[in-house]
């Protein structure tokens, strides 16, 4: 008979030592959190305990107990209660930030406006917006200028998003006085720093910037509020969307009109916000990652410019989806970008019930964080890990670590916005490529380019020179 192997407490795993009543807080940088993370995963292993304040978190590195938990939702693993509370009172309490059935009646509705048929018929809209990121980027290159990259490629994800999920045409490539973009610059920060407060003391005082805060998002439900409108004048218009409707809030509004639909006005409001803010930043900061990693390395670039040259034939911009097809090098760069840089590096999840990860018991309600980066930079799943690779992804070569590194999570909860993330960072490469020489990525301030967490992980800002191709 197999001897019982008994279950090791929380209490049994390694910390990093800390102070009476803070605990590990003095050692974290916000902005550096997941590096703080990352470096005690490799002083005490893939399976360790830290406390911020009185909150004891459990720090998962493993992939495959990572993967196991990840696929273990909705019942035993959710998005926490401070993700959820801090969410709604931040207006986006919608799909990311939902649990339970509140979660799975949102889910069906927006893989359907994210599945990839839809992304492939929005195509010509997408172009359209890449086009006008040429332009922008054209107008830098003649005035010898540098791009503020991540800027400017936010302003790209934000149009294509508004586009294909609101149906509107914002176009904030075009117009400096793009408001939105201004709110949720504010807005992503401070989804960080409440995450980890160590008391959620604005519910009691605010703070001048909990106050700017308080006014920004007020702007954003103005725009918001206008998305709502124009989308209901659509369906008014022709009834006929509501059987089949052309995007995620016209979706959502005709759901609504059904007897018995517990969606609320709200949760239309929260996923417009939630769509924007999931889409944006994680898209932005991977091509300005990708555009970096690709600069200092010149066989790598040269074979993506030539990969494109060839897809777009007489072409400097994307025009056809089929093009789209012929980018494998360019796609394999995308992987191995998120591979070494993904912007969402952690993954923090609690526990719905009672359950057991690795042979620790882990009682319900235990906050944990699950760290995507140390498994994907392992040296058993990946050779020469630490180095930008993108041939790895290729074919036959891409092997058992494709399955390790999951830059959109895993299990029932996995990004529904992949494929146009991936799409999306095809075209932008491709309108880079193809219409200019890439002469520098690079710091735009004095100190070297680092990584920063403000929810997604971003590079600290970069500039871009680029010089229009003959
Ligand atoms: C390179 C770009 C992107 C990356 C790396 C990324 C990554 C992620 C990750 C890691 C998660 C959490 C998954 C989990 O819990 O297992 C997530 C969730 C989500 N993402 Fe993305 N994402 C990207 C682009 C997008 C885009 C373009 C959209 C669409 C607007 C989007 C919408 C969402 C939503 C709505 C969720 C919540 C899903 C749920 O909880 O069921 N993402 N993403």
């Not at 003391?201 to 103005?222: E, G, N, S, T």
């Not at 796609?331 to 970008?337: D, G, R």
């Not at 399955?403 to 999306?424: N, Q």
Request: glycine letters at 6%; hydrophobic letters at 45%.
């Amino acid at each position: 008979m197999d001897a019982v192997v008994p279950l090791r407490r929380i209490a049994d795993l390694p910390a990093p030592p800390g102070l009476p009543l803070m605990g590990n807080a003095h050692q974290i940088h916000l902005p550096e959190f997941h590096q703080n993370l990352e470096g005690w995963q490799s002083r005490f292993g893939d399976f360790y305990r830290v406390r911020v304040w009185g909150r004891e978190f459990v720090v998962v590195a493993d992939p495959q107990v990572v993967t196991e938990a990840l696929r273990d939702r909705p019942g035993t693993f959710q998005r926490t209660d401070r993700m959820t509370s801090i969410a709604e009172e931040l207006h986006f309490g919608g799909l990311f930030a939902s649990n339970g059935d509140k979660w799975r009646r949102q889910r069906t509705m927006v893989m359907a406006a994210f599945d990839p048929g839809h992304v492939k018929r929005y195509f010509p809209a997408l172009a359209q917006v890449a086009q006008r990121l040429a332009k922008r980027f054209a107008r830098a290159g003649a005035l010898g200028e540098p791009v503020p990259v991540q800027q400017d490629l936010m302003r790209f994800t934000v149009d294509v998003i508004a586009g294909l999920a609101f149906g509107a045409d914002i176009d904030t490539l075009g117009n400096e006085q793009d408001p939105i973009q201004q709110h949720m610059d504010q807005i992503f920060p401070m989804v960080a720093r409440r995450l980890l407060a160590p008391v959620p003391y604005w519910r009691w005082f605010k703070l001048p910037r909990d106050r700017r805060l308080d006014a920004h998002l007020q702007a954003l439900d103005a725009a918001v509020a206008g998305f709502i409108a124009a989308a209901r004048e659509r369906l008014q218009a022709d009834p006929a969307l509501r059987a089949s409707p052309s995007n995620l809030i016209e979706a959502m509004l005709a759901a609504r009109e059904q007897p018995g639909n517990a969606l609320t006005d709200q949760d239309v409001a929260a996923n417009v916000v939630t769509m924007l803010l999931a889409g944006e930043d994680t898209t932005a900061n991977t091509l300005s990652w990708m555009l970096w990693l690709l600069c200092r390395d010149a066989g790598a670039l040269r074979r993506a410019g030539e990969e494109v040259r060839a897809a777009l034939g007489d072409e400097r911009v994307p025009t056809c989806y089929e093009q789209m097809e012929h980018l494998p090098f360019v796609e394999a760069c995308a992987h191995e970008t998120m591979r070494l840089k993904p912007v969402a590096p952690l993954l923090p999840q609690q526990a719905a019930r009672d359950t057991v990860l690795a042979g620790v018991a882990i009682p319900k309600g235990t906050m944990c964080i699950f760290l995507m980066r140390p498994g994907a930079t392992d040296a058993r799943y990946f050779e020469a890990p630490e180095s930008f690779r993108p041939e790895r992804w290729l074919g036959a070569e891409a092997g058992p670590g494709k399955r390790v590194a999951m830059p959109f999570g895993a299990g029932p909860r996995i990004c529904p916005g992949r494929y146009l993330a991936l799409l999306e960072i095809k075209v932008a490469m491709a309108t880079v490529l193809g219409s200019f020489e890439l002469e520098a990525v690079e710091s735009a301030t004095p100190e070297a380019t680092r990584e920063h967490l403000a929810f997604t992980m971003a590079p600290t800002p970069l500039r871009m020179r680029l010089r229009p191709r003959d």
